[in-house]
T-cell receptor
Framework: GENVEQHPSTLSVQEGDSAVIKCTYS??????FPWYKQELGKGPQLIID?????GEKKDQRIAVTLNKTAKHFSLHITETQPEDSAVYFC????????????FGTGTRLTIIP | DGGITQSPKYLFRKEGQNVTLSCEQN?????MYWYRQDPGQGLRLIYY???????QKGDIAEGYSVSREKKESFPLTVTSAQKNPTAFYLC????????????FGNGTRLTVT
């Protein structure tokens, strides 16, 4: 089955700097890669996703890049703000159903004011 | 406001007792899911249901049971057979279509002593 590795497990950046979180996946048939943000005491929330027919997707300060050859994808957050502090999870799926999603182990991002 | 309600937020039980976690959604979603979240691990799928009166085992179903008698409700029972039940449990829902993201509740933290 699919295996998703996520790095780093913790990340601290100065407010205003950029943050990058990386994930690798094992199943070359995977074609859907969402990123979820989990704030303290809450459930995860989808922030951006990308499909395998696209190499990059951007939404304001957040972007995701996908390298299918190397089987890795990354989350980029620019101009970080205190409200970006949270745990971020990547996931991968080779199927249309959410039940096929395999999640990474999470990255705790701390923005230092 | 539409959303997913999990109750209670914190739950304490003695070892050997069964316990039921509640999950209700008013998003009119067809599919519902239960995940388990442990420190340093990704979200792991316990059970999912794509339609009323039908549900499927996920990756770690042993020691758990579910029912789906109503579209809005998907309760999870943690039985005494679950070897390590202390964890954070997340319920989610989605539309039954390819591009529908997961919508999560705020979770229930279960402690068994």
């Amino acid at each position: 089955g699919e295996n998703v590795e996520q790095h780093p497990s913790t990340l601290s950046v100065q407010e205003g700097d950029s943050a990058v979180i990386k994930c690798t996946y094992s199943d070359s048939a995977s074609n859907y890669f969402p990123w979820y943000k989990q704030e303290l005491g809450k459930g995860p929330q989808l922030i951006i996703d990308i499909r395998s027919n696209v190499g990059e997707k951007k939404d304001q300060r957040i972007a995701v890049t996908l390298n299918k050859t190397a089987k890795h994808f990354s989350l980029h957050i620019t101009e970080t703000q205190p409200e970006d502090s949270a745990v971020y999870f990547c996931a991968a799926s080779n199927s249309f159903g959410n039940e096929k999603l395999t999640f990474g182990t999470g990255t705790r991002l701390t923005i230092i004011p | 406001d539409g959303g997913i309600t999990q109750s209670p937020k914190y739950l304490f039980r003695k070892e050997g007792q069964n316990v039921t976690l509640s999950c209700e959604q008013n998003l009119n979603h067809d599919a519902m899911y239960w995940y388990r979240q442990d420190p340093g691990q990704g979200l792991r799928l316990i059970y999912y249901s794509q339609i009323v009166n039908d549900f499927q085992k996920g990756d770690i179903a042993e020691g758990y049971s579910v029912s789906r008698e109503k579209k809005e409700s998907f309760p999870l029972t943690v039985t005494s057979a679950q070897k390590n039940p202390t964890a954070f449990y997340l319920c989610a829902s989605s539309m039954a279509r390819e591009d529908s993201p997961l919508h999560f509740g705020n979770g229930t933290r279960l402690t068994v002593t």
